[in-house]
């Protein structure tokens, strides 16, 4: 049986994708951070809950490459779930020197580029290694993927997401956040190019629902770079996400944009508490997230529109249910293949879809 460990297995996101490994694989589990015993607690709750003994505890620190090569001995994949895009040169040399998959679920440019930068490295070792995985980024490329099952032709692809997560504790994560806000960039595909990455562009969405009409402004996220030379029938593609609270968007935003041009380092951690206060106290329900594509084509020989409605309403359910859908295809062997893959990419979106429902996520779907 597989052997995952998961670096940051007890945070929120990896509680999540080790239980849902559990119930839906038969994979042998480590949960590894910096504290043994948060570790050794969770893991008992789960020894409990799922039965033949499969989850153990391991003391890793992502700072430490010694730590990490100890604990990667006798493991077929490293699962990362921790916010530590800091240490992404010693975590990813150590994953391969331990002869390792990888699979992350980090939001962050330096550490795509410097597994671009290993990426024939990774083919001629034989390695599989995933990235860009969960639901932002993760699910816009496998949603084009999908909706492309649905047409003969595809003209234009635009998804919108709406991300309200309420009271959500604080997490060390918003660093990372921050520095993806740094490096923002906001290009959507026109016509034969990318616009520039500096030039916001905005429209209103139907999310449906609770959540009804939202105004959104664009997001380019690297899984999307690739997408109009897979589909060459492609005029328009984007990603939007949708305004939060108006002194979030006019106050909060625009000084943290400042301040990270300002004082790029030191204020990171700062700003990035900022954002996580001031959405928990103006945020207003629905709590919840959505995501939403509308693909303009045609299909026997008539337009059509494909419109699909992705929705949980817990974000990092969101984030580990798409990862676990992933390695349920991995674990069988359908999508292991040598080299560097980013996870809207790598899978059959069909099944993805299917494993996903089964797991707890709404998904509709219409053909107009
Ligand atoms: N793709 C997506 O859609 C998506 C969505 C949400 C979050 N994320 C990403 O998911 C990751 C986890 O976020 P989260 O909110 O779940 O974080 P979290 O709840 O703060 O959990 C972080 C976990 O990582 C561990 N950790 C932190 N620093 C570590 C280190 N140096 N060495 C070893 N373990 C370390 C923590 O334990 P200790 O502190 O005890 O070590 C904890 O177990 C982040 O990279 C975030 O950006 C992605």
């Not at 996580?276 to 693909?295: D, G, N, Q, R």
């Not at 676990?324 to 990419?345: E, F, I, K, N, S």
Request: net charge neutral; with cysteine; aromatic share 12%.
């Amino acid at each position: 049986m597989a052997r995952i460990l998961i670096l940051g297995g007890y945070g929120f996101t990896g509680r999540l994708l080790a239980r849902h490994l559990l119930e839906q694989s038969e994979a042998q589990i480590i949960l590894a951070g910096r504290s043994l015993e948060k570790a050794q607690v969770y893991a008992e709750q789960l020894n409990s809950t799922f039965k033949g003994e499969r989850v153990s505890s391991l003391y890793v620190d992502a700072s430490s490459k010694k730590t990490l090569l100890e604990a990667l001995k006798n493991v077929d994949m490293l699962l990362v779930a921790a916010p530590t895009t800091q240490y992404a040169d010693i975590v990813i040399h150590a994953a391969l020197e331990s002869e390792v998959d990888y699979l992350d679920v980090q939001l962050e440019a330096k550490k795509y580029a410097l597994l671009n930068s290993l990426a024939t490295e990774i083919k001629h070792a034989g390695r599989c290694f995933i990235t860009e995985a969960g639901f932002h980024p993760g699910l816009p490329a496998a949603m084009v993927h999908n909706a492309a099952l649905h047409l003969e032709r595809m003209d234009s692809a635009i998804m919108a997401c709406y991300l309200n997560i309420g009271r959500t504790p604080y997490s060390e994560a918003m660093d990372e956040l921050m520095e993806f806000f740094r490096h923002y960039q906001a290009q959507v595909f026109k016509g034969d190019g990318w616009t520039r990455p500096g030039s916001f562009d905005s429209r209103k969405v139907d999310f449906g629902g609770e959540v009804g009409v939202r105004k959104c402004y664009s997001m380019f996220l690297e899984e999307l770079r690739s997408l109009p030379e897979m589909y060459p029938t492609l005029q328009e593609l984007g990603f939007f996400v949708s305004e939060t609270h108006w002194i979030v968007d006019w106050i909060i935003f625009p000084l943290i944009f400042a301040g990270l041009k300002i004082a790029p380092r030191r204020a990171t951690s700062r700003l990035g508490k900022i954002l996580w206060w001031s959405m928990k106290t103006f945020s207003k329900p629905p709590y919840l997230v959505s995501l939403k594509i509308e693909a303009k084509g045609e299909k026997y020989q008539k337009p059509v529109t494909f419109e699909s409605f992705i929705f949980h309403a817990d974000g990092y359910e969101l984030t580990a249910i798409p990862v676990v859908a992933c390695l349920l295809q991995y674990l069988d062997g359908t999508v292991r293949r040598p080299g560097l893959w980013m996870m809207g990419h790598l899978v059959e979106p069909l099944r993805f879809y299917n494993d996903m429902e089964k797991m707890g996520v709404k998904i509709s779907s219409t053909t107009i």
